[in-house]
C-alpha cells in the first residue's frame, strides 16, 4: 500500500484523546471504551435533567390517546401511566446499572451476551430503529419550526405548496425542517458529557409550553372538558389496563435498554436511581395527564375536534383566533418549547445512542459524532413525510419493533444480573479472539439467538390463507396464529382475539420469555469463566479461564492475553 494511502487512512481514522491509553481497534475507539473518571460527569442533578427530556416530550403528551383508544376512560388512563411510568424508571434502573458500574454503554455491552461477533446483531438492530425514528423525529420537529416560524411571520402558515401532490411534503414543512436540522447538526457536536445545561434548558422551555397549554385550556374550557365525563368503553377494563401498561414500557423501552449509554458518565453509581425512580414516572405522569386534560378542554374550545398533537394543536389556536397578535405569542413560545423538546430527545434517543452503536459497527473510522451524522443522513433519507403520508402499515410495524426490543432487554438483565452476578472482564470486551472469555464458539454465544428469536415468535406468528375458488378464507393451521401481522392487517376475527391479546402484551411477554429461556439455557449449558473481574486496562494472564472447548475447540482458550491497547 502506497504511503500516501497510508496516511489518508490514518488522518481518515477517529480522534485519540491526549496521552490516551487504548488503541484505535476493530473493537475500541474513544467512545467505546470505559469512560475515564475525567469524563464522568453526570451526578443526581445531571440525571435529574436526563429524566425531565426522556420523560417530557411529544410522546409522553400524546400517550393519553393510545390509552383512551384501549377504551380506558381518563381517570383510568391515568393510573395506567402511573404505574407504567414507575415500572419503567424500575427497568431503567435494572439496564443502567452496568454502566454505572462498568462505565460502557449497550454496544460494548451486548458482547458478553451475543459474543464479540454476535452482538453485531442486536447493534443493527437498534441502529435501523433510531435511524427510522430519527427521521420521523425531524420531520416533527421541522413541523414545530414551521408553526413556531409561522407565529412570527403568518404568510408562512398559508404559504402556496410549490412540491408535488405524490411527494406528500409541503413547502411549509420543509423550509420548516431545514431550519430544525441547521440546529441540531451543531448539537451533535457537543460531547454527551456536557450535554447537561441543553438539556436543561430545553426542560424549562417545553415546561412553559405544557403549562402554558394547560392553563389556556382549563381557563377557556372553565375546566377539564367533557371528555373527562366520559366512561371507559373497554369490554374488559383489566385488559385494556395490561395493554396500556405494555403500550408505556414499549414507548420508553429503547431508552431503558440503552440505559447504560448514559449512566457510563455517572459520578457515582448511584447517581441515576433517583432520577430513574422519581423523575422518570413523575414526568411521564404530570405530561401524560396535561395531554389528555388539554386535549379534552381544546376539544371543546375548537368545535369538537380532537388534537392529540401539540404540534398541530397550537397550529390550530393560531387560526382559531384569527392569527391575532395575543395568539401569535402564545403560540410562538409554546412552539418554541416544542422545538427544543424535539431537539433534546433526538440527541438522548437517537444521535447519541445511534452515533455509539455505529462506532461499534466500525470503531476505527466511526465515532458518536460521525455515527449521528451518518444516522441523520439516513433518517431525512427514508423521506419520513411519505412514511407517515402512505404507509400506515408500516407505522404499525414500526410502532411494533417493542418485539424486537423487549427479548434484547431480556436477555441483557438475566445475562448480566443473574448469569453473571454484575461480574465482568471489562478488558475481555475488547479482545477479538478466543483468548477473550466472551468469544465463545467463532466469536457467537448460541444461547443469546435462540432466547431471541422464541421471544419473538410468539409476536409475530401469522395465520394463513388458503384459496377456496373465487375467494380467499383465513384458515387456522398447525403453525398459524396471529400477532404483529394480525394487527398489521387489522385482523378482527374473533379466533384470533387471544393472540392479538398477547401481542398487544408484546413488551411484557417478549421481555419475559427471553429473560426465562436465557437463564434456563445457562442453567442447563453453562458457559465458564463466570464470576471473574477485570478492568479495562488489566492485562493479567492470571485471571485467565480455563479452556472451555466449542464447536471449534476455541471457545475460551487459556492462552496468554496479548494487549490490544496501549498502557
Excluded at 403560540?331 to 447519541?352: M, T, Y
Aim: with cysteine; proline share 5%; glycine share 10%.
Amino acid at each position: 500500500m502506497s504511503p500516501h494511502r497510508d496516511s489518508l487512512k490514518k488522518k481518515l481514522q477517529c480522534p485519540k484523546d491526549a496521552n490516551s491509553n487504548y488503541e484505535n481497534t476493530t473493537w475500541c475507539n474513544r467512545d467505546l471504551i470505559p469512560i475515564p473518571p475525567e469524563r464522568r460527569t453526570y451526578g443526581y442533578v445531571s440525571y435529574m435533567a436526563y429524566w425531565t427530556v426522556s420523560g417530557s416530550n411529544i410522546s409522553a403528551w400524546t400517550v393519553g390517546s393510545t390509552l383512551l383508544a384501549f377504551g380506558l376512560s381518563p381517570q383510568q388512563a391515568i393510573a395506567a401511566v402511573v404505574v407504567g411510568g414507575i415500572i419503567t424508571g424500575l427497568l431503567a434502573v435494572f439496564c443502567g446499572w452496568m454502566g454505572a458500574k462498568h462505565y460502557i454503554g449497550f454496544t460494548v455491552a451486548s458482547r458478553f451476551s451475543w459474543g464479540m461477533r454476535g452482538a453485531y446483531f442486536p447493534v443493527v438492530i437498534r441502529v435501523f430503529v433510531a435511524c427510522i425514528w430519527f427521521g420521523l423525529q425531524a420531520y416533527w420537529g421541522g413541523q414545530a419550526t414551521r408553526v413556531c416560524v409561522g407565529a412570527i411571520i403568518p404568510g408562512l402558515a398559508h404559504m402556496p405548496n410549490y412540491f408535488s401532490a405524490s411527494s406528500h411534503l409541503e413547502t411549509k414543512d420543509f423550509i420548516g425542517l431545514l431550519i430544525w436540522m441547521a440546529a441540531f447538526i451543531p448539537a451533535i457536536l457537543i460531547r454527551p458529557e456536557r450535554l447537561q445545561i441543553p438539556f436543561a434548558i430545553c426542560f424549562v422551555f417545553f415546561c412553559g409550553t405544557v403549562f402554558g397549554l394547560l392553563i389556556w385550556g382549563v381557563t377557556q374550557a372553565h375546566g377539564p372538558g367533557r371528555l373527562f365525563d366520559e366512561p371507559g368503553t373497554a369490554p374488559s377494563t383489566g385488559w385494556a389496563f395490561m395493554f396500556s401498561l405494555t403500550a408505556i414500557m414499549g414507548a420508553w423501552g429503547g431508552g431503558t435498554l440503552g440505559q447504560s449509554d448514559w449512566t457510563r458518565y455517572a459520578t457515582k453509581t448511584l447517581a441515576p436511581v433517583p432520577s430513574q425512580l422519581v423523575a422518570s414516572p413523575l414526568t411521564i405522569t404530570v405530561t401524560a395527564v396535561i395531554g389528555i386534560v388539554v386535549t379534552s378542554a381544546a376539544r371543546d374550545i375548537l368545535g369538537g375536534e380532537v388534537i392529540w398533537n401539540p404540534i398541530y394543536l397550537l397550529a390550530a389556536v393560531q387560526e382559531h383566533y384569527n392569527s391575532s397578535s395575543a395568539a401569535r405569542a402564545g403560540v410562538f413560545f409554546a412552539a418554541l418549547g416544542l422545538v427544543a423538546s424535539q431537539l433534546a430527545i433526538s440527541l438522548v434517543l437517537n444521535a447519541v445512542s445511534c452515533g455509539m452503536d455505529m462506532a461499534g459497527l466500525w470503531p476505527k473510522y466511526i465515532n458518536i459524532r460521525r455515527g449521528a451524522a451518518i444516522m441523520a443522513v439516513i433518517g431525512i433519507a427514508t423521506q419520513p413525510w411519505q412514511i407517515l403520508a402512505t404507509a400506515s402499515k408500516f407505522l404499525q410495524v414500526l410502532s411494533g419493533f417493542s418485539v424486537f426490543l423487549a427479548p434484547l432487554t431480556g436477555i441483557m438483565l438475566a445475562d448480566y444480573h443473574l448469569v453473571r452476578q454484575r461480574k465482568l472482564k471489562v478488558n475481555d470486551l475488547y479482545r477479538g479472539d478466543a483468548s477473550s472469555i466472551y468469544w465463545f464458539s467463532y466469536g457467537f454465544n448460541w444461547r443469546a439467538p435462540v432466547a431471541f428469536f422464541w421471544g419473538v415468535w410468539p409476536m409475530l406468528r401469522k395465520y394463513q390463507t388458503r384459496s377456496t375458488g373465487s375467494h380467499v378464507s383465513a384458515r387456522r393451521l398447525t403453525n398459524g396464529s396471529a400477532g404483529l401481522v394480525a394487527s398489521v392487517e387489522a385482523l378482527t376475527d374473533p379466533e384470533w382475539t387471544g393472540w392479538i391479546r398477547l401481542y398487544n402484551l408484546t413488551f411484557i411477554v417478549g421481555l419475559a420469555i427471553s429473560f426465562a429461556l436465557f437463564l434456563g439455557l445457562n442453567l442447563i449449558f453453562p458457559v465458564s469463566s463466570l464470576g471473574l473481574e477485570a478492568d479495562f486496562n488489566d492485562t493479567d494472564s492470571a485471571l485467565s479461564a480455563p479452556h472451555d472447548s466449542g464447536s471449534d475447540g476455541t471457545e475460551h482458550g487459556d492462552e496468554k492475553k496479548s494487549p490490544v491497547f496501549s498502557v
